[in-house]
Antibody
Framework: QVQLVQSGAEVKKPGASVRVSCKTS????????LHWVRQAPGQGLEWMGL????????FLSRKFQGGVTITRDTSTSTVHLELRSLRSDDTAVYYC????????????????WGQGTLVTVSS | DIQMTQSPSSLSASVGDRVTITCRAS??????LNWYQQKPGKVPEVLIY???SLQSGVPSRFSGSGSGTDFTLTISSLQPEDFATYHC?????????FGQGTKLE
């Protein structure tokens, strides 16, 4: 079955960087876009960006441009999310999710999701 | 960016109740609107995609409707396992924004 398994929790100091990984299995890695969504404690969901694993092309929400990079490794079917210059308000659970629906169209949804990675930013 | 507003933010209900949650978009998203359920400490799961299509395996007591800017998620007869937070999300334009969530308690 389709699985997205994320790397473990991280604790970082303000100004540091962190990389969160999402290893996929159970399907053809290059056939589906992958997205990153975060959820601050007690808050709603916030879409960060996506990657086309086939081409490596990414699209980031304007809010995260400059501070976030999404990459993929086709040899391990893994996508990575790098966050730089961390601040306390970056403390959140970060989820990867595979896109369902029709690629290249607005008919898309997020399913399944990784188990989430808690990133805590604290001095 | 398209703003998604859910109402109410929280809702008190009982087993067997019919429950309706509303999601309003700041501009038309056609029918590109999805609903997710998130139980405490768990990962979100898609219930409804494209405004009214039931995801495989989701009980038929869940239904969605709407188009343009106004959408609803209805649970016809609330079950104990349905007490959770519900999120709407538009997939019409990037960034793919979510509503703030509705906690059903």
């Amino acid at each position: 079955q389709v699985q997205l398994v994320q790397s473990g929790a991280e604790v970082k100091k303000p100004g540091a960087s962190v990389r969160v990984s999402c290893k996929t299995s159970g399907y053809t890695f290059t056939s589906y876009y992958l997205h990153w969504v975060r959820q601050a404690p007690g808050q709603g969901l916030e879409w960060m960006g996506l990657i086309n694993p086939s081409s490596g092309d990414t699209f980031l929400s304007r809010k995260f441009q400059g501070g976030v990079t999404i990459t993929r490794d086709t040899s391990t079917s893994t996508v990575h999310l790098e966050l730089r210059s961390l601040r306390s308000d970056d403390t959140a659970v970060y989820y990867c999710s595979r896109e369902g629906g029709t690629p290249g169209t607005p008919l898309r949804w997020f399913d399944p999701w990784g188990q989430g990675t808690l990133v805590t930013v604290s001095s | 960016d398209i703003q998604m507003t859910q109402s109410p933010s929280s809702l008190s209900a009982s087993v067997g109740d019919r429950v309706t949650i509303t999601c309003r978009a700041s501009q038309s998203v056609n029918t590109y609107l999805n609903w997710y359920q998130q139980k405490p400490g768990k990962v979100p799961e898609v219930l409804i995609y494209s405004a009214s299509s039931l995801q495989s395996g989701v009980p038929s007591r869940f239904s969605g409707s709407g188009s343009g800017t106004d959408f609803t998620l209805t649970i016809s007869s609330l079950q104990p396992e349905d007490f959770a937070t519900y999120h709407c999300q538009q997939s019409y334009k990037t960034p793919f924004t979510f509503g703030q969530g509705t906690k059903l308690e």
